[in-house]
């Protein structure tokens, strides 16, 4: 980011009364830092290169440490489970794509439409944001269970009742929706603002040339909000790539770690299996991949441009 | 909100029965969404009021039938609530001050203090955000463990002031604050963490009150990372107590914890809905520059 505010620094700084020492001029500026630097450096920095350390020791915490080599590595690629999670966290991030990221583009296009209650609709989508996680744990357990208000409503129109939580097919599907139905409502409030900014003139215009709703959605309302479909596309992948938390206190990555995701099994590395030196591996692993990946997906976009 | 002559759809298009058909499914559709969003509002409330025979019952009923408050007073005597909602003010506090301190110090300087090799520095903090949580959460947790903040509050309140995301957010508020200002509180011979605290800071307000609803509700909302490094009752935040003792506890009977439920939901209900305009227009603030 450039700063417009040099000269005018530069310039009294030049004035000849009294020329300070150096040191002296940017003391303050580095005091201001220091607390910062310190801070970033002991808990993000150094649990980053310690990761990345640990990952070829064995960390006895009793009787201490000690180099392995790439045991821990070999350890991983050969543990089956694994490659169970690798699968289940790029069904997710599908899942969470399919169930989830159309769902507040499509709201918001239809609440900027509405002539009354726009306020009331904005805010009961937003109303779940507000909401603990763990409150919703509780809930959606109760929801979702065979004899819950919505295997009620199931059976009542002739289906047979799903065990949402408790089938294979299923669990994966009953978490993404019940994450979409919390959080959709943020990305709702920004598509919503960029909708709402799109300058009413131009739905007059294409009006008068004849374009029909569809049309003037698709070739004005759409591209008027590409940057933020983009950003949050990929703010979600970044997201859900992440996700343990829901699955961990739902179901524990079952049934028959069917919910078992990445970070779900490094987490229980760690914790179950006290393995922590295997757990920064895969920790070290997920950076590599998502790394390789922004590298090419940079690489992609600069082609783009040029 | 300004009000809208027209949208995609012009009045003249409304009156179409074409597009009738579309404007009425959609405000349907919208209406759908709204009651599945307070549908489960509504259960949470109404679950806590109910016998615990009803709340079990098949097919689900969604008003009480006789309305029990005595369950409030049980669920009130389950749980320490007063104990754990103290925790959870405290970390909200420590991490408040934290974020002011820290992040505001190093935001400002690397706005408005022109130091060299800022831009290396920069770095140094900007870099953290493209490295995944995944990295270093069992890392970080060892680090934590070996720096000896294990069952403290410090462990939580040291590292909320890493946190890249604020420092950029607070760094281009800060860049948009006139410099002249800046520049006159020099010449009267205004120390800098005079034109801090007596300029920048209360410029900021608007900024450091979105960044407190996101320290809040992350306080008010974490219990997984609490959970490991807390160990005890007095240490606790809301939701990891909540976590534990409710939510993961299969003797507790339905309405109770229904009941325990909506004691810590409609807080912070309560008060988006008094300050929704001024959250909203916050978030806003902080998500579009972000």
Not at chain 1, 45 to 73: A, T
Not at chain 2, 197 to 210: D, H
Request: glycine share 6%; net charge positive; hydrophobic share 50%.
């Amino acid at each position: 980011m450039s700063q417009p505010s040099t000269v005018p620094i530069r310039s009294l700084d030049a004035l000849p009364k009294k020329p300070p020492a150096k040191w002296t001029k940017h003391l303050w500026g580095y005091l201001f830092l220091l607390p910062a630097v310190v801070i970033f450096f002991l808990f993000l920095w150094m649990p980053i290169g310690k990761g990345i350390v640990f990952s070829f020791y064995h960390i006895d915490f009793v009787k201490g440490d000690s180099f392995v080599g790439w045991e821990n590595y070999e350890r991983v690629f050969m543990d089956p489970e694994v490659w169970v999670s690798v699968k289940n966290t790029l069904y997710y991030m599908v899942l969470g794509v399919l169930i989830g990221f159309w769902v507040p583009i499509l709201f918001a296009i239809a609440i900027s439409e509405m002539r009354r209650f726009q306020g009331f609709a904005r805010i009961a989508a937003y109303l779940p944001y507000v909401v603990p996680f763990v409150v919703l744990y509780g809930l959606w357990r109760w929801l979702y269970d065979p004899v819950g208000p919505i295997n009620a409503l199931i059976t009542k129109v002739g289906l047979d009742s799903v065990l949402f939580l408790t089938d294979k097919a299923w669990s994966m599907i009953s978490i993404v929706i019940m994450e979409t139905w919390q959080s959709f409502g943020s990305a709702l409030l920004i598509y919503l603002a960029a909708v709402l900014s799109i300058p009413r003139d131009w739905y007059e215009a294409a009006e008068i040339d004849g374009a029909g709703v569809w049309k003037r959605i698709r070739h004005i309302t759409l591209p008027a909000i590409k940057n933020q479909i983009v950003l949050l596309f990929l703010l979600q992948l970044i997201a859900t790539s992440q996700g343990f938390q829901t699955h961990y206190a739902l179901l524990d990555g079952g049934p028959n770690n069917a919910t078992l995701t990445y970070a779900l099994l490094v987490v229980r590395y760690a914790f179950t299996r006290q393995d922590y030196g295997s757990a920064s591996a895969l920790g070290v692993l997920m950076f590599l991949v998502l790394g390789l990946l922004a590298v090419i997906q940079y690489r992609m976009s600069n082609k783009k441009e040029a | 909100m300004k009000t809208i002559d027209r949208g995609i759809l012009s009045d003249y298009d409304l009156k179409k029965p074409g597009n009738k058909i579309i404007y009425y499914l959609m405000m349907v559709v919208v209406l759908a969404m709204v009651c599945t969003m307070l549908y489960p509002m509504f259960v949470i409330l109404f679950n806590g009021l109910k016998l615990n025979t009803e709340v079990n019952s098949f097919p689900p009923t969604f008003l009480p039938s006789e309305v029990h408050f005595e369950n409030y007073q049980k669920a009130w005597s389950y749980i320490k609530l007063p104990l754990f909602a103290r925790n959870t003010l405290f970390i909200f506090a420590g991490n408040m001050v934290m974020t002011v301190l820290v992040v505001g110090f190093a935001s400002f300087s690397l706005s408005r203090m022109n130091v060299p090799y800022k831009k290396v520095i920069q770095y140094f903090f900007l870099l953290t955000l493209f490295i995944p949580p995944t990295t270093y959460i069992i890392p970080n947790f060892v680090n934590l463990r070996d720096l000896g903040l294990m069952n403290s509050f410090w462990a939580l309140w040291l590292p909320a002031g890493a946190n890249a995301f604020f420092l950029l957010l607070l760094k281009s508020f800060f860049d948009g604050i006139n410099m002249e200002m800046f520049e006159s509180g020099r010449i009267d011979g205004a120390s800098e963490p005079r034109l801090f605290f007596q300029i920048a800071f209360p410029l900021s307000v608007p900024i450091f009150a979105t960044l407190a609803i996101f320290v809040f509700s992350s306080a008010w909302n974490d219990w997984y990372w609490p959970s490991l490094i807390l160990s005890s009752d007095d240490k606790y935040p809301l939701a990891t107590a909540i976590y534990k003792y409710v939510i993961n506890v299969r003797r507790l009977d339905l309405n109770l914890r229904f009941a325990i439920l909506s004691m810590i939901t409609f807080p912070p209900v309560i008060v988006f809905l008094i300050f929704q305009k001024y959250i909203v227009r916050g978030l806003h603030l902080g998500g579009v520059k972000g």
